[in-house]
């Protein structure tokens, strides 16, 4: 593409295609054109300055692709705005050759702004939420459609832009579901001056049921009497509860209620963030991997399109945020020891000590403390715990392998800087609280033994029930694994499950608000997410 800029724009004949390009680029910016001008000349480059969009002066079949793709940018939880597409309105069918060179621009300039917003997210990651450290993917827009175009591929191309997950598409589907929802009204606001319970008569129950049938939820109709509080009404609040990861206990109280509340406008944020997310991610997820999701304390062991493995795990707690990263199952270390971090040996540990002297002793803790002769354990109660704090702590503690253990029986170790790993634990009554918010950072994992022993089959190796034999030995055991397995740790607070039902969880690390600001939403949505997430008395 060549640029000219005053009279001698003006004197350029844009009809004839085999012409080059040339874009007056004062006029360009007098009429609000932000255009990415490197890239559009690259792009034109690459294609002899030719249009791309246009021949013989009329928009092609190709130019009405584009803008058809450039239009259902909402689908995907964009906003077609950002693409041109309101500008495009007025021109894609005006016939006048004076439009032809802008919308051949704003097509093309469209493209790609939504072909990076798709392929890499529309915002950076890190700078809306630091704790998001998966790697970017490298993509160039300009070099992808030159060679769609040039292999006459351009559907092909579109169509990869977008991630290609399966729970991606499904939480798209989602997205026009409750959009659909919104287009009819919405749903009533439930008024209850207090807990609606199973057996209880109030006109709030009639609502409630309206409530519940507006989102879906599987409500017997017509009933005797709308306002009693039947069996069945009870059963659609449990399904709601489950699904929101509320406790789960049939009662709408001021957490279910505050939860049933939320305007149909916060559920749809919710969702368009996550999109958001998704496209965060690597474009090509690798065919086995674990998904841990921290927001929805969950892990899943998927290979292909299947879930083989899905289990509730215990996360870290808001001070000591799980982050979101990527890496690989190296390892299994069965009957692990635990050499505790100083951060949790002086915040947590320490204070424990000062109240109780044989915590350690009960904990089956070892002391050790450096010397001239090198590192050399101590009785912990020769130790006048009093006199230590944060910044004068000198020992290691470290926990012997046992049913007390805090890593359980079995230690998934995958290699990064943040010093996580998934983990056993003895704390299995945790596993059934709706908020799992608990750890220092690491990952607990439910029925972990389940987990290595199919981290074991997909990794091929020989099976003669040494695992089994390892963990009851109590002693401790490092085992490579032949095939390290991925791992991506991730935040989604709003995905669909394998039964095809569509889950919201609280932002428990308060991470939705500010994704939810820069994509446009609402004050009121914001602060009504925000208030679900922090005010949740049954979390």
């Known amino acids: 593409m060549s640029f000219t800029t005053g009279e001698a724009a003006d004197a350029v004949d844009i009809t004839p295609t085999t012409q080059p390009l040339a874009v007056p680029i004062e006029t360009a910016l007098q009429k609000g054109l932000v255009i990415d001008w490197p890239q559009i000349e690259r792009l034109y480059d690459s294609q002899q300055q030719s249009f791309i969009w246009h021949h013989a002066g009329k928009l092609t079949e190709q130019g009405r692709q584009i803008f058809r793709w450039l239009a259902a940018a909402d689908q995907e939880g964009l906003n077609a705005s950002n693409y041109h597409v309101d500008h495009l309105h007025g021109l894609i069918y005006n016939p006048s050759s004076e439009v032809l060179v802008y919308r051949e621009l704003l097509l093309t300039d469209g493209y790609f702004r939504l072909a990076r917003d798709l392929r890499l997210g529309r915002f950076d990651p890190q700078s809306i939420d630091p704790h998001w450290m998966l790697p970017m993917d490298d993509f160039d827009p ?53 807990s609606l319970r199973p057996g209880d008569t109030d006109p709030a129950v009639a609502i409630l049921r309206q409530r519940l049938k507006a989102e879906s939820f599987q409500i017997e109709e017509p009933v005797p009497e709308p306002n009693y509080f039947d069996a069945n009404l009870a059963s659609a609040v449990k399904q709601y509860q489950r699904r929101l990861g509320l406790l789960v206990d049939g009662i709408v109280g001021s957490a279910t209620l505050q939860s049933l509340n939320d305007p149909i406008e916060t559920r749809i944020a919710q969702i368009r963030a996550n999109l958001e997310r998704w496209r965060w ?259």
């Open 142 to 194: 300009v070099e992808a459609l030159a060679a769609a175009l040039s292999r006459g591929e351009l559907e092909q191309l579109l169509n990869s832009l977008r991630p290609n997950d399966r729970a991606y598409l499904q939480l798209k589907h989602a997205l026009a579901k409750y959009r659909d929802i919104q287009a009819k009204g919405g749903w009533e606001t439930v008024q209850a001056a207090d």
């Open 281 to 539: 991610l690597p474009h090509e997820l690798e065919p086995q991997h674990l998904m841990v999701n921290t927001a929805g304390f969950e892990i899943s062991l998927v290979n292909g399109d299947r879930v083989v493995f899905h289990k509730r795990t215990v996360n870290g707690k808001l001070e000591r945020q799980t982050p979101s990263f990527r890496s690989r199952v190296t390892h299994l270390v069965m009957n692990p020891l635990w050499t505790v971090p100083r951060s949790i040996a002086v915040q947590d540990i320490l204070p424990r000590l000062q109240q109780d002297s044989e915590y350690l002793a009960t904990k089956r803790f070892r002391v050790y403390t450096r010397s001239d002769d090198g590192w050399g354990e101590v009785d912990p109660l020769d130790i006048d715990w009093d006199s230590f704090d944060e910044d004068n702590f000198p020992f290691v503690l470290k926990q012997d392998a046992g049913n007390s253990n805090s890593l359980g029986r079995i230690k998934f170790h995958m290699p990064n800087s943040h010093q996580i790993y998934l983990h056993d634990t003895p704390a299995q009554s945790l596993f059934e609280r709706p908020n799992r918010a608990y750890s220092s950072g690491c990952v607990r994992v439910e029925a972990a033994d389940q987990l290595a022993q199919l981290l074991v089959e997909y990794a091929e190796q020989p099976q003669t029930g040494w695992l089994q034999q390892a963990l009851s030995s109590g002693e401790t055991q490092i085992a490579p694994l032949a095939k390290p397995m991925p791992v991506y740790l991730t935040y989604f607070t709003s995905w669909v499950d394998t039964g095809g039902s569509i889950n919201f969880r609280p932002d428990i690390y308060q991470r939705d608000t500010a994704l939810m600001l820069v994509m446009g939403e609402g004050i009121e949505q914001i602060t009504a997410h925000h208030a679900s997430s922090v005010e949740n008395p049954s979390l």
